[in-house]
């Protein structure tokens, strides 16, 4: 590996003595050839930088169409999360819930620990101070990560505020997430994820993938944080963050949480149809927010990222112009293609891949070109429709929370939650169908509550309740919606154009919010009727939005049952309440 003769070998002046001692245990568990205390420079970025390319572990591309951008190839074996030997490690086994995969503390300390042991001998062991959120936010947390990749540090460079700064924070608050992180030999049999939120630590061990091994995002963000939230009376999803602008002067916000493959990101960087102009989006996060009641009773939100870490297939001037610019410059590449030109190619894009994702000379025999999972780390600040509210220490007030799913019948394009009680049941019960790309096999539901099933750290039954108690709290909650951009009919075709057209349905979303559009009762929640959307200009198939704002009792009588069994597995922890709204809306049925 890359090891650049970096020059910042001692704890910098005004280190939390918190920290300096954990990083000297750390220290003596890893034993590494030298430390070096991270600042987050320009200067610091650009050594390691050219310390990496000259080994190899980083290629340059082509410097006049993707400016200062690089390429970075992981191990064929180590290119994705590991949820299999990720775990929540909680004093007891019921606290981490049956959605968790459990193991007791002293056990998983023990075997990390002895994997940590000497892991780090002669590399340099670099500590990480970092800031999710805006610096001088009140809903910002922080955290220090160590680690032995040099990958790592130039990623959370994008990803979070990292550096002198964050460590002064850390200073003033006096408490930090502890992240270990060592890419180890990167062993498949050696690899584990293990969270101990009533430590607020991480122990990563043998990726060097980034969902494994940038522990501010995922493990931080999302695992550890909700535990914070639960216990600080906030709430850390998986969701986007958008600010739309109307053409009468409008603005709301908007949170939005989806699984994958059911348009985040296109939400995130939507761009309006022709026919709505006026209509502006903006992009505050595509991926994680942080929602706080505030002292008006309203909800508000940050984004706790500084940049995206974005799945390149897919991404292309058409689906995604937005996201497709911001890449064009100043971006990690990692384990895509390349044309012959020295060009980052993905399935999606024009022209032909020379190289393949394994640095092997492209044969169509081998797979694809772009690994499907590979990824591009970018400045939040590089997207076209980036909102400066972003940096807002406040955060912005969220009118409306969008849950959402891909499924091909049963959930209509859009309806609303009677109130915040029936909107968590809604969130609760998010499913999607996978895609024969995804699973081999078309049409296999997976539940995903809130999209939150792989990054909830603690039992999804004390999730909903804690949901159920930040409502409580908020005088002027935000409206609670469901949509579904993929119903389709009997011959497997789309009925809705998605895309820019999503606008359609947000914009009845926030005329509900401003008191402005009418809807329809149902037993599932509150439809727009036809003359409700804005359709003009589409050319949408004979009774195709009658079948997409229809209630099929029968099959939502059966959607239901399988919700409850759903539940049941979680025991007398469930909320009585939520299982009374689960019963009310079966009654509605009949």
């Known amino acids: 590996m890359g090891e650049p003769s970096l020059r910042v070998p001692a704890p910098p002046s005004g280190a939390p003595e918190a920290v300096d001692r954990w990083v000297e245990a750390v220290r003596r568990l890893t034993d590494p050839a030298r430390v070096h205390w991270c600042t987050g420079s320009e200067a610091e970025a650009a050594e390691l930088t050219a310390a990496m390319l000259a080994s190899g572990e980083l290629e340059r591309l082509n410097e006049e169409r993707f400016p200062r951008s690089v390429l970075y190839r992981s191990n064929p074996n180590d290119v994705a999360r590991v949820e299999q030997v990720t775990f929540v490690c909680t004093r007891r086994e019921a606290d981490a819930g049956p959605n968790n995969h459990w193991l007791a503390p002293d056990a998983a300390h023990r075997r990390m620990d002895d994997l940590f042991r000497g892991a780090m001998r002669g590399r340099t062991m670099y500590v990480?101070?970092?800031?999710?959120?805006?610096?001088?936010?009140?809903?910002?947390?922080?955290?220090?990560?160590?680690?032995?990749?040099?990958?790592?540090?130039?990623?959370?460079?994008?990803?979070?505020?990292?550096?002198?700064?964050?460590?002064?924070?850390?200073?003033?608050?006096?408490?930090?997430?502890?992240?270990?992180?060592?890419?180890?030999?990167?062993?498949?049999?050696?690899?584990?994820?293990?969270?101990?939120?009533?430590?607020?630590?991480?122990?990563?061990?043998?990726s060097g993938y980034g969902g494994n091994a940038l522990l501010g995002k995922k493990c931080h963000a999302l695992r550890i944080a909700s535990w914070q939230a639960r216990d600080e009376g906030w709430l850390a999803e998986h969701m986007l963050l958008v600010a739309i602008d109307s053409p009468a002067g409008e603005t709301h916000y908007v949170a939005a949480a989806f699984p994958s493959a059911c348009g985040k990101t296109n939400l995130a960087m939507l761009i309006p149809p022709a026919k709505m102009p006026g209509w502006r989006v903006r992009t505050i996060g595509d991926d994680i927010a942080w929602l706080h009641p505030g002292p008006d009773g309203r909800l508000f939100a940050i984004n706790p990222e500084a940049g995206y870490f974005g799945v390149a297939p897919g991404t292309n001037s058409k689906s995604n112009f937005n996201a497709y610019e911001m890449v064009r410059h100043d971006t990690i590449f990692t384990n895509v293609a390349l044309t012959a030109d020295r060009e980052p190619w993905w399935e999606g894009l024009d022209g032909r891949?020379?190289?393949?994702?394994?640095?092997?000379?492209?044969?169509?025999?081998?797979?694809?070109?772009?690994?499907?999972?590979?990824?591009?780390?970018?400045?939040?600040?590089?997207?076209?429709?980036?909102?400066?509210?972003?940096e807002l220490a406040a955060g912005v007030p969220i009118s409306a929370i969008v849950f959402g799913g891909r499924r091909r019948t049963l959930a209509p394009l859009v309806y609303e939650a009677r109130d915040w009680r029936h909107g968590v049941l809604v969130g609760a019960g998010v499913a999607s169908e996978t895609t024969a790309a995804a699973a081999g096999q078309v049409g296999v539901l997976r539940r995903d509550p809130m999209a939150m099933k792989p990054f909830c750290g603690y039992n999804f039954a004390d999730y909903w309740g804690h949901w159920l108690s930040v409502g409580e709290r908020l005088s002027r909650p935000p409206r609670l919606f469901h949509v579904n951009w993929f119903r389709q009919d009997a011959d497997g075709r789309f009925l809705w154009p998605g895309f820019g057209d999503n606008l359609r349905v947000l914009e009845w979303m926030l005329d509900r919010v401003a008191g402005r559009a009418s809807a329809r009762e149902t037993p599932i929640g509150l439809m727009p009727a036809r003359e409700d959307l804005d359709l003009d200009g589409l050319a949408l198939a004979a009774g195709a939005i009658d079948e997409l704002l229809g209630v099929d009792r029968l099959a939502w009588r059966s959607e239901l049952e399988q919700l409850a069994a759903e539940f049941d597995r979680y025991g007398a922890r469930l909320p009585a309440a939520l299982r009374a709204e689960l019963n009310d809306v079966a009654r509605r049925l009949g």
């Open 353 to 390: 891949p020379a190289i393949d994702w394994q640095g092997r000379r492209y044969d169509p025999s081998n797979g694809a070109a772009a690994h499907p999972n590979s990824r591009f780390t970018v400045s939040a600040r590089q997207n076209p429709c980036y909102a400066t509210e972003a």
């Open 128 to 206: 990480l101070p970092y800031c999710m959120g805006p610096i001088d936010s009140p809903y910002a947390r922080c955290g220090v990560e160590i680690t032995d990749s040099a990958y790592v540090v130039l990623n959370m460079r994008i990803m979070t505020r990292m550096g002198s700064a964050a460590l002064a924070r850390i200073a003033r608050d006096g408490s930090f997430v502890r992240g270990l992180h060592s890419t180890g030999e990167l062993d498949p049999v050696r690899r584990f994820i293990m969270h101990f939120p009533e430590e607020l630590t991480i122990k990563s061990f043998g």
